[in-house]
Structures are given as structure tokens and as C-alpha cells.
């Protein structure tokens, strides 16, 4: 489950490194992703990421921080498909007319992020 969870961490790292270094890109991606069946599949990718975090979290560094982290990315996958086709669209189109720099700093969360779950799932080799 770690190499998962590991796995899972880096996805996010990466889709934040994408919207840093590429806001049109991410913008372009998530559109994809506010169609009907676009809600279903990142409610789904949502709730997947939520159980593994949950499960690899007594082996992490961090695991009460995880849990809390897998709990709030599990209801957001819940709350995702009453959000709406529309109503995402309408977001995006806000987010997107916010301007680049707003957009690099809000990916800079997912980046935190992933950043934060890859350091909690693997091994502390430091030698004390």
C-alpha cells in the first residue's frame, strides 16, 4: 500500500509541477475532467486516492496527518459528482480568467501536497 500511496504522491506533485510550469495545460486537463462522465472519473480517482492514503497511513511518518489528509480527499470524492457538469465549468472558466500567476500559485498547493505525502510514505533511512 506505501508504494501506492508513494504512487499517489507523486500523481499530485506532478499535476501541481504541471500548473506551475504550464497554467493553459492544467486548465486544459481539468476541462476534461468537468464533463458528466469527467465528475464521475475524478470522483472515483478521489475516493481510490482517499482509501489508499487512509490504509498506508499507520506505516508513514505522519499518520494521523495521512488519515485526516485520505478523510478529506474521500469526501471530496463523495461531494464531487453534486457538483455538476455546469457548475464546474463555471469555476474553471473563473479560475481561469483569475490569470496565469494565480493559477502557478494555486498549483502550488497540489505540489505542497504531493510533496507531503511522497515524505510521509517513505522509509526514514537516516541512520540515529
Do not use: H
Not at 500523481?11 to 475532467?33: K, S
Not at 506505516?59 to 453534486?82: M, Y
Not at 494555486?106 to 533511512?125: K, M, R
Amino acid at each position: 500500500m506505501t508504494s501506492l500511496a508513494l504512487s499517489i504522491g507523486l500523481f499530485i506533485a506532478g499535476v501541481g509541477i504541471l500548473g506551475i510550469v504550464t497554467p493553459e495545460a492544467l486548465l486544459t486537463a481539468a476541462r476534461y475532467g468537468a464533463t458528466p462522465i469527467g465528475l464521475y472519473v475524478v470522483a472515483a480517482l478521489r475516493l481510490c486516492f482517499g482509501f489508499v492514503l487512509i490504509l498506508a497511513a499507520a506505516a508513514s511518518r505522519a499518520p494521523k496527518t495521512l488519515r485526516i489528509l485520505g478523510f478529506i480527499i474521500l469526501v471530496g470524492g463523495l461531494i464531487t459528482p453534486f457538483v455538476g457538469a455546469d457548475r464546474a465549468r463555471a469555476m474553471l472558466d473563473w479560475w481561469g480568467a483569475q490569470g496565469p500567476a494565480i493559477i502557478r500559485l494555486w498549483a502550488g498547493l497540489p505540489f505542497a501536497l504531493g510533496v507531503f505525502v511522497t515524505f510521509a510514505v517513505t522509509p526514514n533511512t537516516s541512520a540515529t
